[in-house]
């Protein structure tokens, strides 16, 4: 019979077992297991890896981080809310009445608890600074969701279902972009008698729509070529359902940029308009009536026109700032 052949090692023979266990000599295995010791204790000293993938962050979570770290927006933000604030409470900073005046103090300069001085009818000029911030704000605030939810429903509607509509809105818009504004308030604003700020919003909505409604018609174009919105037609999604939920969510974005900057525009308007006193008229306080009125005195009172030009320089600065940083957030290709 033919020889067995020898085993390849034998367990209990000195030099054959290293695969097995450790020769306590010195050996191949013991230089094999202090190296494994050593690779165990260098990948445990190692941070552990990455845990489990992050959720991706959607437009909207995803500008918010990135408007936090934007000083520009802190700023223009801070700015914002403290006009809001004293629109809504002037008397935080301001006891005095805007309408109180004494003509014996007329266009004197700043005294103790009068820090801007007097206007031509002795009016104190930083309660009526203080007091102007209501008109403006609630002027530039109201004809910007005025015009932004007429312009961005009708151009929307138009976008997405297109045809006769949409060249209707188109020509319809076209009208619009060629009246001067200047001039169209002075003929519109001028045959109304009233002295509150809704003749003055509602001229702003109706020349401020067409600019939102071309924006919001663009967006909508763009956003119903999605392969998102095909796949839900596919799958018989009816229109409303399609517009509202994939559609709109998606095109809005540039109507909000567009607004908050217009926002800012609005305000300088409506003190353009004022100041040509067809827009807000008196008793209203209005940075706009109180520069018309020191426009005629700036050689010998320029504190009267400085504050609430100044007023209304910060205010229109700020919604133009917000605009901007909003923009570069919501628009992935500025990062």
Known sequence: MPERSEPLYDPLEPGKGEAIAPTGQGGPMDLALDEAESLEKALGDQPPGPGPQEKARSLWSDAWHQLRRNPVFIISSLM???LVVIA???QLIASGDPLQCDLSKSQQGSSPGHPFGYDTQGCDVYTRTVYGARASITVGVCATLGAALLGSVLGGLAGFFGGWGD???SRVADIFFGIP???GGLVFLSVVTSTTV???VGFIVLLGWPQIARIGRGSVITA???DYVQAARALGAGNGR????HVAPNAVAPVIVVATIALGTYIALEATLSFLGVGLRPPTVSWGIDISNAASQIRNAPHMLLWPAGALSLTVLAFIMLGDAV???LDPKLR
């Open 88 to 90: 809504i409470w002037p």
């Open 224 to 226: 119903k070529q999605n």
């Open 181 to 183: 504004v200047v001039l």
């Open 242 to 245: 399609m517009l509202l939920r």
């Open 327 to 329: 923009r570069d957030a």
């Open 80 to 82: 914002i809310l403290f």
């Open 167 to 169: 060249s209707l809105l």
């Open 198 to 200: 809704w003749p003055v």
